[in-house]
């Protein structure tokens, strides 16, 4: 079993998680590396605090003290306009003050965010592509978070 921690982007907390959640029951985005028989128990979630990370402090040593093994910054900080200008700096605080290693990008990045991002310019731009690895490989998985798509979160 891997027991994670989910932080959310501020402009995003008021999410039910929804997306997130089912990526994780579903292994679609960022847990398609775990095997759909291995456990994942989510410890904790929390938004940053908004710019630049109010809650950057406590919230990932909650999630460690409660035996998180990862932190997953979650698929709005990449999602926004702009991209979070903080995500680096929140992954390096995390992974060198807390000691946790940290994941960015939960769930798939949806077709209408991926179009709207590429017609923009914003993640190239903002050299982000590196970061959009592991939520924008699979077009099967981005059509199924998709809100605008009539399947949306359907099997």
């Known amino acids: 079993m891997v027991k994670i921690g989910i932080m959310i982007c501020d402009r995003n907390r008021t999410c039910t998680g929804n997306k997130c959640f ?5 292994r679609d985005g960022a847990f398609s590396e775990y ?25 990932p040593a909650d999630f460690k003290k409660y035996g998180a093994e990862v932190v997953y910054l979650a698929s709005c900080y990449l999602a926004g306009y702009p991209v979070c200008p903080y ?13 946790l290693p940290v994941k960015i990008g939960t769930h798939p990045m949806p077709t209408n965010y991926l179009k709207g991002h590429e017609k923009i310019g914003d993640w190239k731009r903002d050299k982000v ?13 981005a059509d199924k978070y998709d809100s605008t798509n009539p399947n949306f979160l359907k099997k």
């Open 22 to 26: 089912k990526s994780i029951i579903e």
């Open 35 to 59: 095997p759909l028989n291995e456990p994942i128990e989510v410890v904790g979630w929390s938004a940053c605090g908004g710019c630049p990370g109010e809650r950057l402090e406590f919230s």
């Open 87 to 99: 995500i680096e700096d929140h992954k390096k605080y995390i992974e060198n003050i807390v000691g």
């Open 129 to 141: 592509e590196h970061l959009l690895k592991d939520v924008t490989k699979n077009k099967e998985d």
